[in-house]
């Protein structure tokens, strides 16, 4: 199995590429990691997947594709990491898509979206907030994945820690706001194996995986959506 990691060095992704690449999770899987900046390169390498530079965020739509020919999978863990609105358009919406679309020009079927809990029209983030283009990218993104033809999971953890994993979790539904007061921490390193498991787990293909901390084995809860 080929995967492609794009944004390789994000705090979720720097701890999925070794979970991956050593078959901490699974049979070893070959993982491409895609970052931006040619100083970058090496830190991938460290991590055990083969680096590949490509700026996404300029990229056109066949550039990706070039980038992923031959790949099984993509992972989406690329972001703007907020701040200015018109970069989080350009990385969180418009890059995603284009990577989508890439993805299907070049025969990938499986593509699975690292998001946020609150991807859905009823987030509650005001259009005054900071907050609110990286709320408003991620939805149209993930709302654009749905539209395709791709073998896709979108996976919206709650509010992230960077506390030891537990390898649990707590399915939460796929639909509406979370009620209020729920605690939906969940550790960084517990979401990568979410997203290593999500991969080989044919449940959780067309479902958006919503999730906190909790007392579910992550295996065991990704087949409940079956």
Avoid: C
Wanted: charged share 20%; no cysteine.
């Amino acid at each position: 199995m080929k995967v492609v990691v794009i944004g390789a060095l994000g705090k979720v992704a720097r701890l999925l590429v070794p979970l991956l690449a050593d078959g901490g999770t699974g049979p070893v899987v070959d993982v491409v990691g895609v970052v931006r900046r040619p100083e970058q390169v090496d830190r991938v390498a460290d991590l055990g997947a083969d680096p590949l530079l490509l700026d996404v965020e300029n990229a056109s739509t066949d550039e990706i594709a070039a980038a992923l020919t031959g790949a099984d999978a993509v992972v989406w863990s690329a972001g703007a990491g907020g701040g200015n609105p018109e970069r989080t358009y350009a990385v969180d919406r418009d890059a995603a898509i284009r990577s989508m679309d890439a993805a299907a020009g070049a025969g990938v079927r499986r593509y699975v979206m690292v998001s946020w809990i609150g991807s859905t029209p009823e987030h509650g983030v005001p259009t005054s907030a900071g907050f609110y283009a990286y709320a408003d990218a991620k939805l149209a993104a993930d709302d654009h994945l749905r539209t395709t033809d791709l073998d896709w999971t979108i996976l919206g953890p709650g509010t992230l820690t960077d506390e030891p994993p537990t390898g649990r979790i707590a399915l939460l539904p796929e639909t509406g706001a979370v009620p209020s007061g729920t605690d939906t921490s969940v550790p960084r390193a517990d979401v990568a194996q979410v997203a290593a498991a999500a991969l080989r787990e044919p449940a959780t293909i067309g479902r958006f995986v919503r999730f906190s901390s909790g007392d579910d084995p992550i295996p065991a809860a990704l087949r409940k959506l079956g």
